[in-house]
């Protein structure tokens, strides 16, 4: 092969579909490199449809004098913001004190976090006495409360990010084919060269070459890793995060809830979301990621007493909505029992063997530094020519200020699409009256997403599973039966998708995991 000059599909492969893997995408893409993504099942369908929804320095990591990480992510919580306004938006945040000692030990440490964010500020911190901090959350209980203080911080919905980074990958000249999931990594001359597998939902092979191949699959990192040189790896280890879901009349405010000290010493979020709350999370040690990672009753009866012991009403397993789980990447470190205190900092490394490029660690608020330390990691490593990043200020594809309804906060300047479905189909009825979400939406999620299952659809399109499961599940027939006339499918496929969705929808339901 000398005298024989390679010839290469793409530039770069990304294997993975979340955050890190779309985020890498369309830096890749924007900076002119041809780009294929190749996600194993669903865009998100591991850690990125799981989070807790924050955009956030990280307040927290200040406990550990992690000052760098934490500037890193108050200043991508600011390009966060910018760059996709429909569907990131700016909160408060919320911090009950029930004594001096707290008050003081906040009050400093909202201030360092203020100051750190220089002039990418998006609002001053503000102490609160007892009586204000019960006219923002009269839901609080009053017993030990001293006072509050209120900073900061942003939200976003993050499988319509999700969606926002393909058609915005798309859009700049990028390919990304779900359910394709690379089985070998292969090597010529000690160097990564191309990639096989299957297409899992029609059993077809595939194989894609590149100059460069970024494995950006999350949890899942090290047995991607192992595909190209059959060794074990450890670069990576798992936490899992429950959260629960309730109807937002058990604690009404605007403002999102930070419970600083718990007794394990963990924090808890209670946030408001859509016309819900989400309270969470919980963080302990697993031992290998699952795709499906399924809620543990100790994790349930945690946030349940800690949500208790700070609202006037008392909630149980009956309030709760629904019940979602994920699992974090998180950087391993040796002798580091406990997960909440690993570092959340992100690396890029190449495999010495045959450079496949690993990019580890890291949560969503950073996803687009992810992308980008990625592309100049092999610019540098590969001694190629430097581009220029443009990503910071690169409002996405949909972007849409101000959006003034609730299509138009989930696909901002794409919500007239939905409208013309809607009177393509003369169907303006939703797919349950608990949910916000129209049958369209469904028809636009399989024309312009790459919505493929049921699943697709009520756990990442739309977020209707982590609202109300059982809604969902009620859901299920019609959602299948509308996928199945758009494509084509058959009664078969029909019947398959609504035994395998009832299943799963037992994992976000409460009473089939306490039982």
């Not at 996600?39 to 807790?52: A, I, L, M, R, V």
């Not at 629960?244 to 604690?251: A, G, P, S, T, Y």
């Not at 290998?288 to 009753?297: F, H, M, N, R």
Request: glycine fraction near 6%.
């Amino acid at each position: 092969m000398d005298n024989q000059i390679e010839q290469f599909d793409y530039d770069v492969i990304i294997i993975g579909g979340g955050a890190t893997g779309l985020g890498t995408a369309v830096e890749a893409a924007t900076r002119g490199y041809k780009t294929l993504l190749l996600e194993g099942y669903d865009y998100g369908k591991g850690t990125s449809s799981k989070s807790t929804k924050l955009i956030h320095g990280g307040l927290r990591y200040l406990a550990n004098m992690d000052f760098s990480l934490v500037k890193e992510g108050l200043e991508e919580r600011y390009y966060f913001l910018n760059n996709a306004p429909h569907l990131a938006k700016k909160q408060t945040y919320l911090i009950p004190l029930c004594n001096y000692t707290e008050k003081l030990k906040y009050t400093i440490g909202t201030r360092l976090y203020d100051y750190l964010s220089g002039k990418l500020s998006i609002g001053k911190s503000v102490n609160l006495n007892k009586k204000n901090t019960l006219n923002e959350a009269k839901d609080f209980n009053e017993h030990r409360l001293i006072g509050s203080i209120i900073y900061y911080d942003g939200q976003f919905d993050d499988t319509r990010m999700l969606m926002s980074l393909y058609k915005t990958f798309i859009a700049h000249g990028g390919n990304a084919l779900n359910y394709h999931k690379v089985e070998k990594i292969s090597c010529i001359n000690q160097k990564v060269h191309s990639v096989s597998g299957i297409n899992s939902l029609n059993q077809a092979q595939f194989n894609y070459s590149a100059k460069y191949i970024i494995n950006a699959t999350g949890t899942f990192s090290n047995q991607t890793e192992a595909l190209s040189d059959k060794k074990e790896h450890q670069s990576v280890s798992a936490a899992q995060g429950t959260h629960l879901v309730f109807n937002k009349r058990f604690f009404d405010t605007n403002h999102a809830i930070l419970i600083p000290e718990t007794i394990d010493g963990r924090v808890l979020f209670i946030l408001p979301w859509h016309d819900k709350i989400v309270v969470g999370t919980t963080d302990i040690k697993v031992a290998a990621p699952t795709l499906e990672p399924t809620a543990q009753l100790d994790e349930i009866n945690f946030i349940l007493a800690t949500f208790n012991q700070y609202s006037k009403q008392t909630v149980t397993t009956q309030d709760i909505l629904s019940v979602f789980c994920g699992q974090r990447p998180l950087v391993k470190e040796s002798n580091t029992k406990n997960t909440a205190k690993i570092s959340r900092k992100h690396l890029v490394k190449a495999n010495p063997s045959n450079n496949l490029i690993n990019i580890v660690g890291g949560k969503w608020t950073i996803y687009r530094r992810m992308g980008e330390d990625a592309i100049d990691y092999i610019e540098n490593y590969f001694k190629l020519d430097k581009t220029l990043s443009i990503t910071r200020n690169l409002v996405l594809v949909d972007g849409l200020q101000n959006p003034q309804n609730e299509l138009e906060e989930r696909y901002g300047n794409e919500y007239h699409k939905i409208q013309n479905i809607q009177l393509e189909l003369n169907n303006y009825d939703k797919i349950h009256q608990a949910l916000p979400y129209y049958q369209a939406e469904i028809i636009y999620q399989i024309r312009y997403e790459q919505a493929k299952t049921v699943e697709d659809v009520l756990c990442r399109r739309t977020r209707a599973m982590f609202l109300d499961a059982k809604a969902s599940y009620e859901s299920i027939e019609l959602v299948a039966t509308i996928i199945a006339t758009e494509i084509g499918n058959s009664t078969a496929w029909i019947n398959q998708q609504i035994e395998h969705n009832r299943e799963l929808a037992k994992n976000y339901m409460v009473q089939f995991i306490i039982k």
